[in-house]
Structures are given as C-alpha cells and as structure tokens.
C-alpha cells in the first residue's frame, strides 16, 4: 500500500561497501525535484581532446559488473582459452539471440527470459525447451528479470506489463492495478531475511509478502531519490540496496521495515579508478553486495575491458552478456545478446550440466495474492499531504517526470498538443507540427564534433512495428531519427567525447511537459546499436554553449535498454528557454525519435491547430467527456475528489513527486468503487495507461482518418 506519512528528505550517507560497477564518470545527481509520469498530464477541456566537466571521462569505469570480464576470475577452474558455446541446446534459430535474464527453480530447471522471444524452460530430467508467451499468460513476450521465490513460483519482469508469475500449473499477470505500479521491471531479487519478492521498476520498488499476503511500493512520493531502479541486491540482514538509473544507490533496512531510506552518491568530482570502497558514478548498472563465501559474488573484478567477448559459434562476433548465472557443481551460464553470437552460452571446457535427482513431487503453490483495492480511509491523509504545498515551479526550472514504456509509437491525441517534431520523417528531414503558438524546436550537434549538423535518415518507407511512430502526413509509421553522426567510428571513436545531440526549445508561459520519444530500433539488427545509453540532461538556455559543458544540469535522466521504445518524460515552466543535452556516452549513434510539448497548466489557444488534414479534422480522436449524470460510491468519490485536487497541485514543486502513485491510487480506487468505464477511460489517457480495448480505438481512429482522406 502507499503509505501517506513517508516523506521525501534524505540524508547522503556513505554507509557499508558496496561494490558497484558504473558505467559514467559524470557525477552530478539527477535533479532532486520531484517527479512523475503523467504522459503530457495536462486539464483536459469541461575525435579531438575531451570536453571537461560533466559531459568528461566517458566511459572511464567500464560496467564490469555486466561480467564481462567473468572469463578471468573463473581461470582458477578453467584455463583462460576457453571459449563460450551454445548451452543445454539452446538453438540460436529457434530461440533466438538475444535472452536477456536466467533463474533457476529448485530442481535446477533452467529459465531463460528472451527480448521479443517469450520465456524458455530447460527441463533437466527431460532435457527438453519449453517456451512460453503472451497466449499462455505472460504480461508480454519480453522478460527482463526472473527470480524464483521460497515456493519455487517463477517470476517474470516484463516491457510494459508488470510481473508474470508461475506456480508449476499456470501464469498470472500483475499490472499496475493488482500488482507493480510501474510498467517496465529491470531487475527482481528475493530477500534473504523474510524471503519478500522486491521488483525494481521504472516506478519505483513493488515488494510483495507472501506472509502478509499484500503489496508495498517505494517511490519518490516514500522517500527514494529518484524512481528509475535498475537493480536490486541485499545483504545477509536483509538490508536493500536499489540501484537508481542515475542518482546513486538508495539504501534501507528491515529495522525500520525500510521505511527510511539513506543516498550513497558520488563524490563531486570524477573517479580515479573504477572501482573503490565507494560509488564512482550516479551511473550504475549492477550491484553486488558480496555478503557471500563463494561464487561470482565474492571475486573482484576490476580489470578494465570492452563490452564484448568472441564467442565460438557459426559466426563469430561480439556479444553483450546480459545476465551471468554462477550455480555451485553446474557449468556457467551467459546470456548473450547478439544475432549471431548471442544466446545461452557456457564455456566449452566446462563440465556438464547435471541435474539434481528429484525426491517426492511437492504440491502447487498457490498464486500471489492481487493487491487489495484502496481503503477508503487512505484518501484523507493523502489529500492533507497534498494540502500542505504551497511552493510553484518557477519559470526556467526542470524537473525529472518518469518513463513511458507503454505508449510506443502510438502518440496522436497523447503526446504534442504544442509542438511535434518526428525526427527524419520528412522526405528531406523532420516533419514538424506547431499546433500552439510560442513554441519552437531544434536539434543540433554539441560543441565537440566534426560535423557541422545532426544527420536525419528514416530506415524505411513504412513499418508495422507497434513501435515506430505513426506519422499523420504519411498515413503510416516509419522508423526515423536524427543523430549525431557517431555511427561513423573512424570520425568517432568510442572513446570520442561526443559529438552528442542538443535539443534548443522554447516554451510560453505556464507548466509544460517536454517528452522525448527513444526507440534502438537497430539493437537486434547492428553489432554495435545494442550498447547505446545515453545520459540526458537538462539546462537553461544560454548565449555561451561551452558553459554548458562544465555546468549543473536542472535535470537528468539515462536512457538504457530501449528496444522497447521509450518516453522521457520533463517538467519545466515557461517563459524560459532550454537545452537539452543527450550525450552518447560512448554509444555507436546517438539517436532521437521525436520531441513532444504539452501544455499542463495554463489556459490553450482559443484555435489551436489541427494536425495535418488528412482525415483527422473529420475523425476527431480524443479522450470522452467526463461523465456527470451518475452517483459514485464513496470510494469512487473519495478518488475524483483527489484526481481534481492532483490537477490542481500540476504547479507546485513538491506534488511532482506524489502525481503518479497518487493518480493510480485513484484509479485502483475508481475501478473498485465500479465508477463509469467513460471516467477510467479519461484518466487512462491522463497518465499513459493503455488496456486493448484503447489500442483497438487508437487503430479505429486511424483508419478513419485514412478514409476520411480518401
């Protein structure tokens, strides 16, 4: 449940050692203003030297805790010539390469989550794959993390659906109305103390308890210092170390019932070394609390090296070793993401995998509990916490809002009611759409570069992919970008300090939300796309670009592990002028998809503009009117009170925080207090919730757009 009487302040604290491998030297924190992922919320109608500073020292902590580099410590048990191999039979045709995450259930069955391949099953005893996917229960055919609990239930992160889990007999999903209030899962662990499932998502925490059968969440809105949680780790007494996407690491104890969490952030000025007593980088991609005897947990790895290995299979190449599971008297087991070297992998010298004899057949677990629905009384404390706020967003700041996984390419009506710009979807360029007056939208290059302007290129003339961005002018969607050129590795290398892509805006007065849209369409396709990840950060405009390079940004955010497609999602205030700075951080291309306004306070043109005529100022697509002619239950009551009172707080600085947690909290309250399907509807589109039933009207709408034109 979320709990109204957690508060936001915390203490930076260095506490015990943990050993965290990074993946940036820049060190400046993400911005502490509060955030949410409010998809637009808005009313709707009644090679050269390096750069210094923050953009310097890219890559100067490799992130060895990808183990990468596992071939070296594990030289004590196998000479360093070995060479990674297709494991347990994995076919590389059949199942694809690019698992993404591997668990391993108590009768050693092995569990391989795939990207876009569903989840594979390796029975020991029969020695045989099984796969599972979206048609046998799961959220969605991408699993980024597994874990499997005391009861040897198997859990499955997903994209944009919440958890899966499997309790020998069948799945059930958990979204963000019965189980995690975030969509995107990067990471899953089971505490040591209690056994308690912890999921990191890119809302914060969800943690279920299987003894008290129930759901708590940490957020910004409980005490985190930022909501993107990349991964979890414990140690021995049950305390949690969540490592954020770019503010350090958060730390809390069952003492308090992790009710108290401490920052452990980097020093301000950049790392010497890779490794050390503390953090390096805000930048972190693993964390390991070495509480173990053996194992990988407890080796050191702090040799520099490149994130890559040769694998010995039909065509070598280079393959990002997403997961690395170490499990006593079983070979290694890597999962390996590339077209051709990728797939579950072992060393070539290892011995067999050997599975365990199984005793007596122990009955099936239950599922987990749902999360109950809302109490009534919880609205009264989190109405007089929103009441307490006074202080507004001042013109010229930023804030961080949150990730939207769920949306895709699927933007009109959603995202742009200002301003749209679709990178490279134009014949010769980008396709821009101004809808509101007082806004503008450019791209361009940072200072250090060769080039003299960002590269537009659109991969095709139309795509089906859920993921590429609907364009209205072509009727259809097509993967398109803008980038900074760094494909080209003889111009700029990896250890090139840029070039990066800067986004110039400007916004009229009142609170605006600036979205960018992120998609690595190439991942699966490019050796190279498959390491993009970008730290994005935001600046007030000014006449001087070099000051920006050494500057603190207003906000900041990473982009990471973005198949899927993303939205990033900024609060700023206008009249102000910005630049947003998204650096490559030693990334093969850096790429932008498209840039979105929305105006979130305020009052919108008396005309606004129409998006282009082709069907849609016929077929008009928008959310349904609110509806007045029925009598709410007192729960559903208690939840638009609340709603209303969330739109009114849009401008203040210390509600960014509490907009999301809160708003689902409404939303769970209206479905259980049966409110109409027309309210649900509306406030789907308010915070970027998407069921089928919206996604069939979204491809309605455009079909009719289309005969509209015709």
Known sequence: MIDPDMHAPLQCSHGPVVHAGVDDATHTPCSQGN?????????????????????????????????????????????????????????????????????????????????????????????????????????????????????NRVWAGHLNHGVSVYNGDKWRNYGLVDGPIGDRVFAIAISPKDSDVWIATDLGIARYSEKRQDWDYYTRASGLPSDQIQSIAFDSKG?????????????????????????????????????GPDVVSDLINKLQSGYRNSGAEARSFVEHGELEVLANVDKPGAALIRYTLIVPNQPPLFAAYDEFAGGLLTLDNAPPFKPIVSGTNNPTPKLPAPAPPPALDDAKPLAARLGKLTRQIAPGEAFYLADDWRTQGDWIGRYGSGYVKLCGMALYGDQDYALEPGYEVSLQLGPHHEASSPAWHHDNDSSDDLRSLYDPTLEHRRDAQESDGSEDSKTYPQSYDGPDLWVRTKVPDGVQCLSLYFFNDDAHANASSKYRDYDVQVFPATQDDTKLQTAAPLARTRVTDFWGGVYKQFLVRGPAAYIVRIG???????????????????????????????????????????????????????AVNLWTQLDDALSLRGAVGLQMPFRIWCYRAAIAGQAPAEL??????????????????????IKAARDAAK
């Open 35 to 151: 955030g949410i992922n409010l998809s637009c919320i808005r009313r709707l109608p009644p090679h050269g030297p390096p750069a210094h500073g923050y953009n310097a020292s890219r890559r100067a902590a490799v992130a060895f805790y990808i183990l990468l580099l596992l071939l070296t410590p594990l030289a004590h048990a196998a000479p360093a010539t070995a060479n990674l191999v297709p494991a347990l039979g994995w076919d590389l045709k059949k199942q694809g390469g690019f698992p993404t995450s591997i668990a391993v259930d108590a009768s050693e069955n092995v569990w391989v989550g795939t990207e876009g391949n569903g989840l594979w099953n390796y029975d020991a005893a029969k020695k045989q794959w099984t796969q599972f996917t979206a048609k046998d229960g799961l959220g969605d055919d991408c699993v980024y993390a597994l874990a499997v609990d005391k009861l």
């Open 680 to 701: 649900l509807e509306r406030w789907r589109w308010q915070i970027s919730i998407w069921i089928p039933e919206d996604r069939k009207k979204f491809d309605d709408a």
């Open 584 to 638: 490559r951080n030693g990334s093969v291309g850096t790429r932008l998809q498209a840039v979105f306004l929305d105006r979130v306070t305020g009052d919108a043109s008396d005309n606004p503009g129409q998006l282009p005529g082709f069907g849609f100022d016929s077929s008009l697509y928008q959310p349904p009117d609110e509806p007045s002619d029925y009598h709410p239950t007192p729960l559903t009551d208690a």
């Open 239 to 275: 305390q949690v170390y969540a490592r954020t996407q770019c503010t350090g690491v958060a730390i809390a104890g069952p003492d308090d019932n992790y009710t108290k969490w401490r920052s452990l952030t980097a020093p301000d000025s950049n790392p010497a070394a890779a490794a």
